[in-house]
């Protein structure tokens, strides 16, 4: 049997390569680069910080709270009160807090309260914290309101009629 010769496919030529890998190996590599140069501050959300009670009388404490700053400390600073120093509340110190006593001339209306992470220059927040006019309550923790004229009169009237009482039936058991 004559031998015949083994079919070859046809020829065919190179076909040419995309660039589109190569664009894409690029531009990932350039992403790798900005992502590397950007600074750490971005990978942390704004803290967030509050003021509790937000309203508050001269004399009054109130409980400061910062969550998201990233570092254990945060300085505080209002011209209601003192600078505060704030300490963390779990081991991440996600969350860091403390307490403030409201300057007991401090004048009503609304005041800033600064919260810097990390101390000055670090990322800050800003909230307010309202101050009413008067004196801090003290004694019945600030349940009893303020007395008008006609009730001190009322009660005074009860009290020595009381007395009067008192002593009349004193003397009737003496005299007896």
């Not at 300085?75 to 009160?81: E, K, L, N």
């Not at 120093?85 to 307490?99: I, S, Y």
Request: hydrophobic residues 45%.
């Amino acid at each position: 049997m004559p031998a015949t010769p083994l079919a070859q496919p046809p020829a065919t030529a190179p076909r040419p390569r995309s660039a589109a890998p190569r664009r894409l190996m690029m531009a990932a590599a350039a992403a790798l680069i900005v992502a590397a140069a950007m600074p750490v501050t971005l990978a942390h959300a704004a803290p967030s910080a509050s003021v509790s009670p937000t309203t508050v009388a001269p004399g009054g404490r109130v409980a400061l709270n910062v969550e998201g700053c990233g570092t254990k400390v945060a300085r505080v600073t209002s011209t209601a009160f003192n600078e505060v120093r704030l300490t963390p509340g779990n081991l991440e110190a996600t969350n860091l807090f403390g307490n403030a006593t409201v300057f007991s001339n401090a004048g009503p209306g609304a005041h800033r309260v600064t919260f810097e992470c990390g101390g000055p220059g670090g990322q800050s927040v800003t909230v307010s914290l309202q101050v009413t006019p008067g004196a801090a309550r003290g004694g019945t923790g600030g349940s009893i309101g303020s007395m008008s004229t006609t009730q001190v009169a009322v009660g005074g009237t009860l009290a020595a009629a009381a007395l009067v009482g008192g002593v009349w039936v004193l003397r009737r058991r003496a005299a007896a």
